[in-house]
């Protein structure tokens, strides 16, 4: 976490103040992608064939990403920032780096998944959710608000994934909610119950499967994954009641550079996450809510997502968040 701060503390500040001077990608369109390459790799793949334009990939932390966006400024050899999380998303774009985006594109999902400002467009849905051990805690027994995770009685049973941007998404979004001390507050109580502290949301699940822990704060798509190669996985989600923090739904989303060197193609890019190529990869492959009606059906077993409600929140809020989010978490002893 520390080593994001010098960075992301001067995310805002320094994207206006740079030097137009252009990337030099060659003749590739260079994707920044929070999202891992085993979970898009293939989607990428599919891209370059059905298109026709290569593409190199720079996979990493969201948050990173949009920290080295930043300092890279109009320098940046990006045409693409493709996020896990619309906080990172909204840094860049208000950062002043992100061009806005046809309202063709923009229209093709609901305005509850897209910048209010036109500059990104979420591709795919996520719940956040209590991921639980089906050997050792009933359903009935996993509480229904994140704010009851501070009980004495789940101490040492807990895990959560600090650097990974979709925690950091679902702070701000709770500071966003309920405000900052009664966050501050919150985040103390977990690290009094001792939690553990792991880099990913897979780590997370990987630790109620082995025993370590019995809850873990995570987006609802990992446990589909993992049981897609181990069908007797014994983890499940538990969706939490509606209005509280812990079930927000985020999106994974892209933006086009502004001083991108191939926005043409950045274009299409953004468009093929959006028609029912990427789509129904996002529902079959990753398990997560296509956003495109039409395009794709959502994975069997998924709620609807018109059905989840979380904070009442925009997501193009949590942009401006990032930064005094990280400073929060460090400040309260909560980094990996």
């Not at 030099?24 to 334009?53: A, C, H, M, P, W």
């Not at 990172?88 to 950062?95: H, S």
């Not at 979004?173 to 966050?183: E, L, S, Y």
Request: proline share 5%; hydrophobic share 40%; with cysteine.
């Amino acid at each position: 976490m520390k080593r994001l701060l010098p960075i992301l503390l001067s995310l805002l500040a320094i994207g206006g103040g740079l030097a137009a001077c252009g990337g030099d990608d060659g003749d590739k369109l260079t994707v920044y992608s929070g999202r891992n390459e085993k979970l898009i790799g293939d989607l990428v793949e599919s891209f370059k064939k059905d298109t026709g334009v290569d593409v190199e990939v720079r996979y990493g932390d969201s948050a990173e990403l949009a920290a080295t966006i930043a300092e890279e400024g109009d320098a940046s050899p990006a045409d693409v920032f493709f996020s896990q999380d619309a906080g990172a998303l909204g840094a860049v774009e208000q950062a002043g780096l992100l061009k806005a985006l046809p309202q063709a594109t923009l229209d093709k999902v609901d305005a509850r998944w897209r910048d209010p400002k036109g500059q990104w467009v979420g591709t795919s849905g996520r719940s956040r959710v209590i991921a639980y051990s089906t050997e050792r805690v009933q359903e009935g027994d996993v509480p229904d608000s994140v704010f009851d995770l501070t009980d004495p009685r789940y101490k040492g049973r807990i895990g959560l994934a600090p650097p990974n941007a979709s925690f950091q998404a679902f702070v701000s979004a709770m500071r966003i909610d309920v405000g900052d001390a009664k966050t501050e507050e919150w985040l103390r109580g977990i690290k009094a119950n001792a939690p553990k502290l792991l880099e990913n949301n897979i780590q997370t699940e990987e630790a109620i499967a082995r025993g370590e822990i019995d809850l873990g704060l995570v987006n609802h798509y990992y446990v589909y994954e993992l049981r897609a190669e181990r069908p007797d996985f014994p983890v499940a989600n538990h969706f939490l009641k509606a209005g509280d923090p812990g079930a927000l739904v985020n999106v994974a989303g892209a933006g086009i550079l502004k001083s991108a060197d191939r926005p043409r193609e950045a274009q299409r890019f953004v468009d093929y996450l959006l028609a029912v190529q990427g789509q129904q990869y996002f529902a079959d492959k990753t398990f997560e809510y296509p956003l495109v009606d039409g395009e794709a059906e959502r994975p069997d077993g998924l709620p609807p997502i018109e059905d989840l409600q979380g904070p009442d929140i925009a997501l193009g809020e949590l942009g401006g968040k990032l930064k005094s989010t990280l400073e929060m978490l460090d400040r309260v002893g909560l980094s990996a």
